[in-house]
């Protein structure tokens, strides 16, 4: 379910870093991506997470911490570690853990920046995502399927203008 901006997402994001830093490394370095990240942006209200890691077993050593408090080891990516967080099975917070080689070149931070700086591209996006949830709602085709294509050419211009090749961005 899609919902307006939440000024208090970044609130919200602060207080989600703060608790895995707690949780696991508190040197880790922390930034909000995804939709809830980018002002006006509609959203499925869940804090998206980047952990840089310092290297690339360390989430290792506080996975126990973390499923404790609550995460749990839940996606399909291939590419990277993922958490997600979903007390009473409703899905509030997905943690991507990058290690090293990995972060400069992440789309989802990659995506998240260009966005800030584009906004003709953020509204292709906004757009991507509203007919995304009425064909999903309408039983056409799954959510994430319907905005892909435009997320491929959204980061396919945000990777050329950084210097780096397209890559897929669908990894599940």
Same mark, same amino acid.
């Given at each position: 379910m899609l919902v307006d901006y939440d000024?208090?997402?970044?609130e919200m994001f602060q207080d989600v870093a703060a608790e895995l830093r707690g949780l696991g490394n508190a040197e880790w370095e922390i930034e909000h991506i995804g939709s809830t990240a980018v002002p006006g942006l509609t959203a499925k209200p869940i804090i998206d997470v980047a952990v840089h890691l310092t290297a690339a077993?360390?989430? &290792? /050593?506080f996975r126990v911490r973390l499923e404790a408090a609550g995460w749990r080891i839940g996606s399909g990516v291939r590419t990277h570690p993922v958490m997600?967080?979903?007390?009473?099975?409703?899905?509030?917070?997905?943690?991507?853990?990058?290690?090293?080689?990995q972060w400069d070149t992440a789309n989802q931070r990659i995506l998240r920046d260009w966005?800030?700086?584009?906004?003709? &591209? /953020?509204a292709l996006y906004q757009e991507a995502k509203l007919a995304a949830a009425r064909d999903a709602?309408?039983?056409?085709?799954?959510?994430?399927?319907?905005?892909?294509?435009?997320?491929?050419?959204i980061v396919d211009r945000a990777r050329q203008a950084r210097g780096l090749a397209s890559v897929p961005v669908y990894d599940k």
């Open positions: 000024p208090a997402w970044p077993d360390e989430l &290792d /050593a997600v967080f979903e007390p009473g099975g409703v899905r509030t917070r997905i943690a991507h853990f990058f290690p090293p080689e966005l800030l700086a584009h906004p003709d &591209d /953020a709602a309408a039983g056409r085709a799954r959510y994430n399927a319907g905005k892909t294509a435009v997320i491929q050419q």
